[in-house]
């Protein structure tokens, strides 16, 4: 419980500290996307920089709706509870992430053969995934193999140190269909101290300029959010697996959406 409380001051100061950065760095986005549409109008149809621009305005456009998200995290808005369908949405990550990835890389999706449907906020679960592809990424500097999956498991339940209520076993605890996303790596793996300390704020292993150590703190906080949990195996030399595991709801369930309107009617 002391752990759980330790994370969540952190995730506190974070919140706090990321109001700040996300309100500046909103401005200076306003100013890229201002330009980048400008330099559109005038790049020929046919134009090879097209591309570039498209791509480089559409990564702008999300790093906005971050901010936003982080503005909203620090004013503890409450987070988009729409229906998700996790094989949708991890498709159009992976063609983003080919973009920016070093082809030596290969990237390897297995998604489950219905739909991984979860309820919750699409963007944050698009930030979850391209922290842990993006981690991935500088995991492997010589190429290797990226592995996405995802799997319905009908019956799981938190481990006692993981779950929603951390130590004390709880209803919610009861075992019950979770879908379950996973992130592999073949790269430089972790040894246990790292291990340990990956999702505290501000840790780092990539020195100073390159990573910030927020990239695993967001996703625990997100993943929590959203009653799930999270774990991670690594062996160093060997590789990294990061399961993260996220309450089912088929889109059909005929509770899903009116439970969403009951709760948007009754919030001012
Ligand atoms: P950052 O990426 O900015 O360092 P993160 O919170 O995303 O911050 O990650 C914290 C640390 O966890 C990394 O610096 C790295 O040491 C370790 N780590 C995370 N993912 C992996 C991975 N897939 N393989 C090896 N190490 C990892």
Known sequence: LEEQLRQSQKLEALGQLAGGIAHDFNNLLTVILGNLELALTQAEESSPIRACLESAAHAAQQAAELTRQMLGFARRQPLQNVPIDLNTLIREEIRLLRRSIDPRITIHYQPAEEPASIRGDPVQMQQVLMNLCLNARDAMPEGGLLTITTAILPQAAPPPSAGPTSGERHASDEPKPYVRLSVADTGCGMTEEVKNRIFDPFFTTKGIGKGTGLG?????????????????????????????????????????PVRQETAELSTP
């Open 216 to 256: 695993l703190a967001v996703v625990y906080g997100v993943v929590r959010a959203h009653e799930g949990w999270i774990a991670c195996e690594s062996a160093p030399g060997q590789g990294t697996r990061f399961d993260i595991y996220l309450p089912y709801v088929p889109v059909d369930t005929p509770s899903g």
